[in-house]
């Protein structure tokens, strides 16, 4: 089956952004050839009072943006390091607990992976990641609605809120079938606007 190209959002603060992105991850490893474009979306900018500085411009930002900003630097400048580093920082963040609040925090994650972190916060001094984040959320929240993450956008036209329950169960085949069925399901069924158990699975 031939899947359309995609973007996906992302923020290291969600727990379901984080199952999404590793079954997407897998689903790659396992040979799916996904072609998806990471994107960057702070969910702290949703909880700017209106008239406040946005959080790009605040000096909460150094704090809060830190993951995402060393993540786009990352993405940007060393790519073919974006996957190990993007799983690292959703384990960082979701099995060990770490805030990433802070550069020592993510300069950890960088180096365990391999990378000089003083080289991809040079990046980031630059103020161009923090540029593409800003630009990113303001363009998928102002045109095309986005509220959250994990949230796939289609022909940038199209943004679809997906949340799956389960994590990869160390299984990529299996990633690879589920994220195929899911994709080609909000990509080919555009009539399908919402689909929800009303209860979660025990």
């Not at 704090?63 to 073919?80: G, K, N, Q, Y």
């Not at 390091?81 to 099995?95: G, I, P, Q």
Request: hydrophobic share 45%.
């Amino acid at each position: 089956m031939s899947l359309p190209s995609f973007t996906l959002l992302y923020d290291y603060r969600c727990p379901f952004a984080r199952i999404v992105h590793e079954h997407v991850l897998a689903a790659n490893r396992a040979g799916a050839d996904l072609a998806v474009t990471f994107a960057p979306y702070t969910l702290n900018q949703g909880y700017v009072p209106e008239g406040a500085p946005a959080i790009w411009d605040s000096p909460e930002g150094d704090s809060v943006l830190s993951a995402l900003e060393a993540s786009v630097a990352v993405r940007d400048t060393w790519p073919a390091s974006f996957a190990a580093v993007h799983e690292a920082l959703f384990e960082a963040r979701h099995t060990h607990s770490i805030a990433l609040s802070n550069r020592e925090q993510v300069a950890s994650v960088l180096e365990s992976v391999g990378l000089d972190a003083g080289e991809v916060f040079a990046v980031v001094d630059s103020g161009g990641p923090r540029r593409v984040i800003a630009n990113d959320w303001t363009h998928y929240h102002h045109d095309l609605d986005v509220f959250g993450v994990p949230t796939f956008v289609f022909n940038d036209a199209d943004a679809v809120f997906l949340r799956l329950m389960d994590p990869p169960n160390g299984d990529d085949q299996a990633s690879a079938a589920l994220m195929t069925q899911v994709i080609a399901t909000m990509a080919l069924q555009p009539s399908i606007n919402e689909l929800k158990h009303t209860r979660v699975p025990s």
